[in-house]
């Protein structure tokens, strides 16, 4: 079973979103890149991800890092 990150304290949602926001990625784009790297992922995921309604499983955010072009520091801090 893959580990899932909580997203009690740390806020990884509103991370990825305002660096996808800041990057013009749309959201449906985001997921299709996400499916390229072989991670099964919805657009309802995604924002349930950015709202921190839904624990983000550490190949999830591995992918978002990778299609954000960013560092585990800037979407964890």
Known sequence: ME????????FIGQN??????????RQTEMVALMQLQNVP???????????????IQASQL??????????YDELLK
Not at 43 to 54: D, F, W, Y
Request: aromatic fraction near 0%; proline fraction near 0%.
């Open 41 to 55: 992922v919805t657009r309802e995921a995604l924002v349930k991800i950015e709202r921190a309604i839904q624990h």
């Open 62 to 71: 591995r992918a978002i890092r990778n299609v954000l072009e960013t560092t």
């Open 3 to 10: 580990q899932k990150i909580k997203q009690d304290e740390i």
């Open 16 to 25: 990825i979103r305002r660096i996808r926001k800041e990057k013009g990625i």
